[in-house]
């Protein structure tokens, strides 16, 4: 296929369009073509990830969206819209890009999140703040999209790398707050076709449907294991192994009976009416909404193995998706060595290298001076450490998960301890049915 020739010729067409009703069969059928054939070449190569991915996703074209491709979960997958008129601008490799930075939206749970940030940060703050987490990850996107350096130019900011969302979210809000704008166009938002970049309005889609956050993760989850094949990049491989692996500790149950009873402003509820008109079945009541504050702390010393590790990862991830919570990482052996925010799977940092001995103390003395008495501390560690805290803790609600064999050195906890037992596989040799016999016969003797 002469496949630059045939997008410039569709898009000579495009151009000229203007209503959607001279949209052709012909057009449609041919713009298709040339979608599945940017997929066929990712199935190919070392995309062979996103384009099993965009194998299962719908596709429609819709000519009012502000961006080339916009993303719309629907029950049971998800729908891609494409306007061909700003699609068609880009070459090869930016097509392929752009499928690259909706599917990281979708796996990064951007979805999920936005929707609990959207009344805390304005549309455009959030859709920077999300465009350059992903961007990150993506080669050869369009010179328009953002990325971390054009945003820290045009801001005036110095944000890093491998920061979250809500992080970039906050501080390119802060930087919008201090611009003064004297811009009193107007914006004509009923054309019919749209045929310029707008960030702003870019995932606007993303609210168009009414699924529950469950139901989004559901669909994340069996799309992506269906395009998993043994390959994809390994940010997102960690977020798919743990689609598949399950955590000892039951944490939606245990957090239950750990969770404060702090209100964090209110949730609306149909199982109570509304207060001020008792009357209106149509309204709906309000209940208290309430977010627990975790404290992860991880034992990183040297006695701490790697196959240890991977397991608080694996509990981590389970505390992740178990709750709303504001949760945060503290990296500790005879100090704090790296604390940050977990907003999501993809948050949680690969392991610093292994240091020295274990202490306890260096974590609650950061918790008393940062004033964190409300929160659940839940403390991974192999159990060698101190025999007696040198500061007392704050907090009331303390969980210590033991990861090896050994017991907790302290002789005054101040909380639970639970211990993980992941079974080892067992080896099936040559002698495994005389063994078995022989353990059969062991339990009817006794």
Same mark, same amino acid.
């Given at each position: 296929?002469?496949?630059?020739?045939?997008? *410039?010729?569709?898009?000579?067409?495009?151009?000229?369009?203007?209503?959607?009703?001279?949209?052709?069969?012909?057009?449609?059928?041919?713009? @298709?073509?040339?979608?599945?054939?940017?997929?066929?070449?990712?199935?190919? !190569?070392?995309?062979?990830?996103?384009?099993?991915?965009?194998?299962?996703?719908?596709?429609?074209?819709?000519?009012?969206?502000?961006?080339?491709?916009?993303?719309?979960? +629907?029950?049971?997958?998800?729908?891609?819209?494409?306007?061909?008129?700003?699609?068609?601008? $880009?070459?090869?490799?930016?097509?392929?890009?752009?499928?690259?930075?909706?599917?990281?939206?979708?796996?990064?749970?951007?979805? +999920?999140?936005?929707?609990?940030?959207?009344?805390?940060?304005?549309? %455009?703050?959030? =859709?920077?703040?999300?465009?350059?987490?992903?961007?990150?990850?993506?080669?050869?996107?369009?010179?328009? $999209?953002?990325?971390?350096?054009?945003?820290?130019?045009?801001?005036?900011?110095?944000?890093?790398?491998?920061?979250?969302?809500?992080?970039?979210?906050?501080?390119?809000?802060?930087?919008?707050?201090?611009?003064?704008?004297?811009?009193?166009?107007?914006?004509?938002?009923?054309?019919?076709?749209?045929?310029?970049?707008?960030?702003?309005?870019?995932?606007?889609? @993303?609210?168009?449907?009414?699924?529950?956050?469950?139901?989004?993760?559901?669909?994340?989850?069996?799309?992506?294991?269906?395009?998993?094949?043994?390959?994809?990049?390994?940010?997102?491989?960690?977020?798919?192994?743990?689609?598949?692996?399950?955590?000892?500790?039951? @944490?939606?149950?245990?957090?239950?009976?750990?969770?404060?009873?702090?209100?964090?402003?209110?949730?609306?509820?149909?199982?109570?009416?509304?207060?001020?008109?008792?009357?209106?079945?149509? %309204?709906?009541?309000?209940?208290?909404?309430?977010?627990?504050?975790?404290?992860?702390?991880?034992?990183?010393?040297?006695?701490?193995?790697?196959? +240890?590790?991977? !397991?608080?990862?694996?509990?981590?991830?389970?505390?992740?998706?178990?709750?709303?919570?504001?949760?945060?990482?503290?990296? $500790?052996?005879?100090?704090?060595?790296?604390?940050?925010?977990?907003?999501?799977?993809?948050?949680?940092?690969?392991?610093?290298?292994?240091?020295? =001995?274990?202490?306890?103390?260096?974590?609650? !003395?950061?918790?008393?001076?940062?004033?964190?008495?409300?929160?659940?501390?839940?403390?991974?560690?192999?159990?060698?450490?101190?025999? +007696?805290?040198?500061?007392?803790?704050?907090?009331? !609600?303390?969980?210590?998960?033991?990861?090896?064999?050994?017991?907790?050195?302290?002789?005054?906890?101040?909380?639970?301890?639970? *211990?993980?037992?992941?079974?080892?596989?067992?080896?099936?040799?040559?002698?495994?049915?005389?063994?078995?016999?022989?353990?059969?016969?062991?339990? @009817?003797?006794?």
């Amino acid at each position: 296929m002469n496949f630059d020739g045939r997008r *410039r010729e569709l898009l000579r067409e495009a151009v000229q369009w203007e209503s959607p009703s001279q949209v052709t069969e012909k057009f449609k059928r041919e713009f @298709w073509e040339l979608l599945e054939y940017i997929i066929i070449i990712m199935l190919e !190569k070392e995309d062979n990830f996103f384009g099993q991915f965009m194998v299962q996703v719908k596709r429609e074209i819709k000519l009012d969206i502000s961006w080339p491709i916009a993303t719309k979960p +629907e029950m049971g997958n998800f729908q891609m819209l494409f306007n061909p008129v700003l699609f068609l601008q $880009c070459e090869l490799k930016e097509m392929q890009a752009l499928f690259k930075h909706e599917i990281y939206h979708i796996m990064l749970g951007h979805y +999920e999140r936005e929707r609990i940030l959207i009344n805390k940060y304005s549309r %455009l703050a959030l =859709s920077i703040a999300m465009d350059i987490s992903v961007n990150q990850f993506i080669k050869n996107l369009p010179a328009w $999209c953002k990325k971390l350096y054009t945003v820290n130019v045009e801001y005036n900011l110095d944000l890093r790398e491998d920061m979250t969302m809500e992080y970039y979210a906050e501080e390119i809000q802060k930087a919008i707050n201090k611009i003064i704008k004297n811009d009193t166009t107007t914006k004509d938002n009923n054309l019919s076709i749209i045929k310029e970049i707008a960030l702003e309005s870019a995932h606007d889609s @993303w609210n168009s449907g009414e699924l529950s956050l469950d139901n989004l993760k559901e669909i994340k989850k069996k799309t992506a294991l269906n395009a998993y094949k043994g390959k994809a990049p390994k940010n997102l491989e960690n977020i798919i192994f743990a689609f598949n692996e399950k955590p000892e500790v039951q @944490w939606n149950e245990y957090l239950k009976k750990l969770i404060p009873s702090v209100r964090r402003g209110y949730k609306k509820t149909i199982t109570r009416k509304d207060r001020r008109q008792p009357e209106r079945l149509d %309204l709906r009541g309000k209940l208290p909404s309430i977010i627990p504050e975790i404290v992860v702390a991880i034992d990183i010393s040297a006695s701490m193995s790697d196959d +240890e590790v991977n !397991k608080i990862m694996i509990e981590i991830l389970g505390i992740s998706k178990s709750n709303m919570a504001n949760i945060t990482v503290v990296e $500790c052996d005879n100090e704090i060595r790296r604390v940050y925010e977990l907003k999501s799977p993809m948050d949680i940092k690969k392991r610093l290298q292994k240091n020295g =001995s274990t202490s306890f103390s260096p974590v609650f !003395k950061y918790m008393r001076e940062n004033n964190m008495r409300n929160h659940i501390l839940i403390y991974f560690t192999d159990g060698v450490g101190e025999e +007696e805290l040198k500061i007392r803790p704050i907090n009331q !609600k303390i969980l210590w998960v033991l990861t090896g064999q050994e017991n907790l050195s302290l002789k005054n906890p101040f909380g639970e301890i639970k *211990r993980l037992t992941r079974k080892e596989k067992e080896n099936y040799g040559y002698d495994y049915g005389l063994q078995a016999m022989r353990d059969v016969i062991h339990d @009817w003797a006794r």
